[in-house]
């Protein structure tokens, strides 16, 4: 009971109601939660190994591994209204870099996080591999140089 109580205080409807998937592109299922431990600095991370969206221009599917990992300030995304938001992508056409750029965008709008990097690894279409990489620090802090640091120092 405490539980249930705790979802209705931070007002999450996804977590613990019957799953409802979209058939399109649907930002507004995202969901936050206060972080309790604001004071720390900490990584979250989060694998969605059977991410597929379309391509669009020949409608075919594409399937990707999503990394995305943030270090929360004051609010969290709920990991189950993740999964709606990342399932959603499912009939939606965009190329694998503006996949990539508009979950960052996303989660930015919705939880303002310290630093957060998202990565696609999507899987050969036509004999290539496209593993996009975005990132965001908040600027004016020392995320945002981490932010640059780490594009600087990515994948080398």
């Not at 990992?69 to 990342?86: A, H």
């Not at 959603?88 to 750029?101: A, L, T, Y």
């Not at 975005?134 to 140089?145: I, Q």
């Amino acid at each position: 009971m405490q539980q249930n109580s705790n979802r209705e205080s931070e007002a999450l409807s996804a977590l613990g109601s019957p799953t409802t998937y979209a058939f399109g592109y649907t930002p507004e299922v995202l969901e936050t939660f206060i972080n309790k431990h604001q004071e720390n600095d900490y990584w979250v991370r989060f694998n969605c190994p059977e991410f597929t969206s379309l391509c669009p221009i020949t409608g075919q599917p594409d399937f990707a591994e999503i990394r995305i990992s943030y270090i929360p300030d004051v609010k969290m995304v709920e990991s189950k209204s993740l999964k709606l938001y990342l399932f959603s992508f499912r009939n939606h056409g965009d190329f694998h870099e503006d996949c990539v750029n508009i979950i960052m965008k996303d989660l930015i709008r919705l939880m303002e996080p310290r630093y957060i990097e998202v990565t696609g690894l999507f899987t050969p279409r036509g004999g290539i591999s496209i593993y996009p990489y975005a990132n965001y620090g908040r600027p004016g802090t020392k995320y945002e140089e981490m932010a640059h640091h780490r594009l600087m120092q990515h994948d080398l």
